[in-house]
Nanobody, 125 residues
Framework: EVQVVESGGGSVQTGGSLRLSCAVTGYIWMSRRVAWFRQAPGKEREGVASLTDTGSSLYSASAKGRFTLSRGDKFTWYLQMNDLTPEDTAEYFC????????????????????WGQGTHVTVSS
C-alpha cells in the first residue's frame, strides 16, 4: 500500500522560512517522482516543485529561487521554503507517482497517482 504523509506546516511572518517533509512509502520497483502542490481558498491546486529519482527538478515561476525540493533518505523528501510572503499561504499537498527512470519532473495534478492529506502554511504580514 502506498502512503504519502506530509508534515511541517505552520505559521510564519513575511520573510520567514519553513521546511515541509513528505514521506512516501510503498513503491517498490520503479523510479519515483515527487511533487508539492498548493491550494489557496477559492483557487485551483497548483504545482510548486517536482523532483525525480534521477535528480531532475522543475519549479513554478513563483517558487523558483525561493523553494528547494530535495530528497533526504530513501523515503523522505523536503520542500525548503524561504522568503515567504502572504501569497504563499495555502494548503500544501505532497504527491507521488512511480514510473520509468526517464520520466521528467512535472507539475500537473493529473501526473500523480498518490496524494497526502495536506499540511497548512500561513504567512502573515
Amino acid at each position: 500500500e502506498v502512503q504519502v504523509v506530509e508534515s511541517g506546516g505552520g505559521s510564519v511572518q513575511t520573510g520567514g522560512s519553513l521546511r515541509l517533509s513528505c514521506a512516501v512509502t510503498g513503491y517498490i520497483w520503479m523510479s519515483r517522482r515527487v511533487a508539492w502542490f498548493r491550494q489557496a481558498p477559492g483557487k485551483e491546486r497548483e504545482g510548486v516543485a517536482s523532483l525525480t529519482d534521477t535528480g531532475s527538478s522543475l519549479y513554478s515561476a513563483s517558487a523558483k529561487g525561493r523553494f528547494t525540493l530535495s530528497r533526504g533518505d530513501k523515503f523522505t523528501w523536503y520542500l525548503q521554503m524561504n522568503d515567504l510572503t502572504p501569497e504563499d499561504t495555502a494548503e500544501y499537498f505532497c504527491a507521488a507517482n512511480q514510473g520509468p527512470s526517464y520520466q521528467p519532473p512535472k507539475l500537473g495534478v493529473d501526473d500523480y497517482d498518490d496524494w497526502g492529506q495536506g499540511t497548512h502554511v500561513t504567512v502573515s504580514s
